[in-house]
Antibody
Framework: EMQLLESGGGLVKPGGSLKLSCAGS????????IHWVRQAPGKGLEWVCY????????SYADSVKGRFTISRDYAKNSLYLQMNSLRAEDTAVYYC?????????????WGQGTLVTVSS | DIVMTQSPLSLPVTPGEPASISCRSS???????????LDWYLQKPGQSPQLLIY???DRAPGVPDRFSGSGSGTDFTLKISRVEAEDVGVYYC?????????FGQGTKLELK
């Protein structure tokens, strides 16, 4: 079964930092473009950032640009989201999401999400 | 950024009856290859979103055929031919033509 598993969420104070991890199983994780999508409590879905399989292309939402950094560790089949200068409005469940080129870029595998709470 | 607008935002449906959700984009999602880069996702209560439809009308693997997508350009529709109890949740359209990918506000389907 193809799965994505996020970890690293938690409670952090405004201005603080947190690093999320995403690990894949049941497929060749390193061969896929991976996105982060977040969902604030009771709200809709918001795209955060993505990184291609080769790391050649990276993009961020304006709301996180300059504060968040996405990276990959090919040896560990993992992807990370370093979040700095966190704000209350960053509070959300963060999903790691696979983009499938066979399905023309549709997001076909979603992790269970990890909750990030930014509060003093 | 491309703005996605869904309607209705709330959709009460009697089991066994059909349902329809509209999604409009602020720019055409029709790419030069002839495909519309519009996907539909369902987020069931307490779960992560799951892919239903890609390219506007192609069902994802394992998705029941009571779900269908249609439309082109800026106007799209998701239809459920006969709603079942397991279809309850929030439906989102998303454009994947441009970065940033953008979602509609979501349509909450509930049973009457």
């Amino acid at each position: 079964e193809m799965q994505l598993l996020e970890s690293g969420g938690g409670l952090v104070k405004p201005g603080g930092s947190l690093k999320l991890s995403c690990a894949g199983s049941g497929f060749t994780f390193n061969s896929y473009t991976i996105h982060w999508v977040r969902q604030a409590p009771g709200k809709g879905l918001e795209w955060v950032c993505y990184m291609t399989s080769s790391s050649s292309s990276i993009s961020y939402a304006d709301s996180v640009k300059g504060r968040f950094t996405i990276s990959r560790d090919y040896a560990k089949n993992s992807l990370y989201l370093q979040m700095n200068s966190l704000r209350a409005e960053d509070t959300a469940v963060y999903y790691c999401v696979r983009e499938n080129p066979v399905l023309y870029g549709a997001k076909d595998v979603w992790g269970q999400g990890t909750l990030v709470t930014v509060s003093s | 950024d491309i703005v996605m607008t869904q309607s209705p935002l709330s959709l009460p449906v009697t089991p066994g009856e059909p349902a329809s959700i509209s999604c409009r984009s602020s720019q055409s999602l029709l790419y030069s290859n002839g495909y519309n880069y519009l996907d539909w996702y369902l987020q069931k209560p307490g779960q992560s979103p799951q892919l239903l439809i890609y390219l506007g009308s192609d069902r994802a693997p394992g998705v029941p055929d009571r779900f269908s997508g249609s439309g082109s350009g800026t106007d799209f529709t998701l239809k459920i031919s006969r709603v079942e109890a397991e279809d309850v949740g929030v439906y989102y359209c998303m454009q994947s033509l441009q970065i940033p990918g953008t979602f509609g506000q979501g349509t909450k389907l509930e049973l009457k």
